[in-house]
T-cell receptor, first 112, second 112 residues
Framework: DTEVTQTPKHLVMGMTNKKSLKCEQHMGHRAMYWYKQKAKKPPELMFVYSYEKLSINESVPSRFSPECPNSSLLNLHLHALQPEDSALYLC???????????FGPGTRLTVL | EDQVTQSPEALRLQEGESSSLNCSYTVSGLRGLFWYRQDPGKGPEFLFTLYSAGEEKEKERLKATLTKKESFLHITAPKPEDSATYLCAVQAEETSGSRLTFGEGTQLTVNP
């Protein structure tokens, strides 16, 4: 089973709201990722967790806060976002840090 | 700095008309090259990993090849359901963690 699930599929939030995106995989992968993708652009890496520890933060603004509660789950907490943060947010996982990454279906986020 | 250039940006084919997509890369040392397919509004779907020059992989109508400077994705007798954006990404040996450098993608349209 090469499935990564993400919830919700769509999210609309105001600039003062707090919301969370969730990602889950049951493939036993030890690396998990958050990406942001704008229309007609490739995915941009935001965070990498390896063995449940944050290993890469690509200088992402603090209004995005990642969390890895266990090896199967990854959250992205959102607070005080800006309209330019509207995008497709993708979660991915890989067996180890250097293997192919498997992506989830994404969460379409709109910030009003 | 690692770079990936995909060409053409967009390609229109008639059903059954075979063609190739190109991915040229510059990387200090290649750890792996990955091909993904992405449908609009969805997460990228993993297709192939190539590790060394001369390697080839096939899946249904798709065949990926690798040289020291570029990779090709050959599409044989395409069908309308092959319409998607195809993304190429490289991972360098010296990269910190598991960063992927993506190309901008090739948008493929197959007309019936």
């Amino acid at each position: 089973d090469t499935e990564v699930t993400q919830t919700p599929k769509h999210l609309v939030m105001g600039m003062t709201n707090k919301k969370s995106l969730k990602c889950e995989q049951h493939m036993g992968h030890r690396a998990m990722y958050w990406y942001k993708q704008k229309a007609k652009k490739p995915p941009e890496l935001m965070f990498v967790y390896s063995y449940e520890k944050l290993s890469i933060n690509e200088s992402v603004p603090s209004r995005f806060s990642p969390e890895c509660p266990n090896s199967s789950l990854l959250n992205l907490h959102l607070h005080a976002l800006q309209p330019e943060d509207s995008a497709l947010y993708l979660c991915a996982s890989s067996q180890w840090a250097y293997n192919e990454q498997f992506f989830g279906p994404g969460t379409r986020l709109t910030v009003l | 700095e690692d770079q990936v250039t995909q060409s053409p940006e967009a390609l229109r084919l008639q059903e059954g008309e075979s063609s190739s997509l190109n991915c040229s890369y510059t990387v200090s040392g290649l750890r792996g090259l990955f091909w993904y397919r992405q449908d609009p509004g969805k997460g990228p779907e993993f297709l192939f990993t190539l590790y060394s020059a001369g390697e080839e992989k096939e899946k249904e109508r798709l065949k990926a090849t690798l040289t020291k400077k570029e990779s090709f994705l050959h599409i044989t007798a395409p069908k309308p359901e092959d319409s998607a954006t195809y993304l190429c990404a490289v991972q360098a040996e010296e990269t910190s963690g598991s960063r992927l450098t993506f190309g901008e993608g090739t948008q493929l349209t197959v007309n019936p």
